[in-house]
């Protein structure tokens, strides 16, 4: 499928004349290619993960539903009431 898009994209830059939209694309498989081989290495601070004694960070606990308080159930207000109170107040100059 690459090599067909690099033909197609290849000879609409031969017929316009510009020789970047080849490239590119090219460009771009080489790039993601090479950054699939180098590895992902990070440094651990000289911990061996063996030593029982290693100073690790505190396991602590959060409840993601904590701060919900339930609104069921709720007794329903007049609607006369509620829209009233929400409607604009009318002009007295009028």
Same mark, same amino acid.
């Given at each position: #499928?690459l090599t &067909?898009?690099?033909?197609? =994209?290849? @000879?609409?830059?031969?017929?316009?004349?510009? &020789?970047?939209?080849?490239?590119?694309? &090219? &460009?771009?498989?080489?790039?993601?290619?090479? @950054?699939?081989? #180098?590895?992902? /290495? /990070?440094? $651990? @601070?000289?911990?061996?993960?063996?030593?029982? =004694?290693?100073? $690790?960070? *505190?396991?602590?606990? *959060?409840? /993601?539903?904590?701060?919900? /308080?339930?609104? *069921?159930? @709720?007794?329903?207000?007049?609607? *006369?009431?509620?829209?009233?109170?929400?409607?604009?107040?009318?002009?007295?100059?009028?």
């Amino acid at each position: #499928m690459l090599t &067909l898009s690099g033909a197609k =994209s290849g @000879a609409a830059s031969a017929v316009r004349g510009r &020789l970047f939209l080849f490239g590119w694309p &090219l &460009l771009a498989v080489i790039a993601f290619a090479l @950054a699939g081989c #180098m590895p992902a /290495t /990070t440094q $651990v @601070a000289d911990a061996d993960p063996a030593d029982p =004694s290693a100073k $690790v960070a *505190r396991a602590s606990y *959060r409840s /993601t539903v904590a701060p919900y /308080t339930s609104l *069921r159930p @709720a007794t329903p207000a007049p609607w *006369r009431d509620r829209n009233d109170a929400v409607a604009p107040q009318p002009k007295q100059d009028r």
